[in-house]
């Protein structure tokens, strides 16, 4: 039971990076992993981890996408669209020297940032650059939201599979 316990708060963990642009899915299925190799005997099966493994793909699909999407959506280019997904990258990397939340605000940012840049680049108009970067801005927020709730999907999946 204790080794349930340490997979819960490793898990715990690897869902508060989530905010934060950190790779908390991927976090997640290594901890199931290592639950794997380490408690042969236990629920988890390397089924199991292949399975969460595909959850984290998806999660990582649907960040880049929606953020994309919104941008189109709003209006933007795809110029618009990949400016959003490499300034959110950028942003988190480079990041706020704010505790805990400066990765979270530096990745909307750098999400608002890349799409505004994009689409002022491809000739459009201040104002639909902005309302493309505030689509972005949004999508970003809207797959963050997904890919936290896939987070706690892929952390439930495998603590009951450990208890099993």
């Known amino acids: ?4 316990i340490l ?5 715990l963990g690897a ?13 997640m299925v290594a901890a199931g992993l290592v639950y794997r190799l380490a ?3 236990g629920g988890i099966r390397f089924a199991t981890v292949a399975e969460v493994a595909a959850l984290a793909v998806v999660a990582e699909l649907l960040e880049l996408s929606v953020t994309a999407r919104y941008a189109r ?7 618009a669209a990949w ?24 990745g909307l940012l750098g999400t608002f940032l890349g799409a505004l840049i994009g689409e002022l680049e491809s000739g459009a108009p201040h104002l639909t650059a902005a309302r493309a970067a505030i689509g972005a801005l949004l ?10 709730a896939i987070g706690v999907a892929i952390a439930a999946w495998l603590v009951v599979a450990a208890i099993r």
């Open 15 to 27: 869902l508060l990076m989530l905010p934060l642009g950190l790779p908390g899915t991927w976090t």
């Open 83 to 106: 400016g959003a997904v490499i300034g959110g990258f950028v942003g988190v990397i480079v990041g706020v020297p704010v505790p805990i939340i400066g990765p979270v605000i530096a």
């Open 73 to 79: 959506r709003y209006g933007g280019s795809r110029r």
């Open 139 to 148: 999508g970003r927020v809207a797959a963050s939201t997904m890919k936290v």
């Open 7 to 11: 997979l819960a708060v490793a898990l």
């Open 1 to 4: 039971m204790t080794a349930v």
């Open 39 to 41: 408690i042969p005997a």
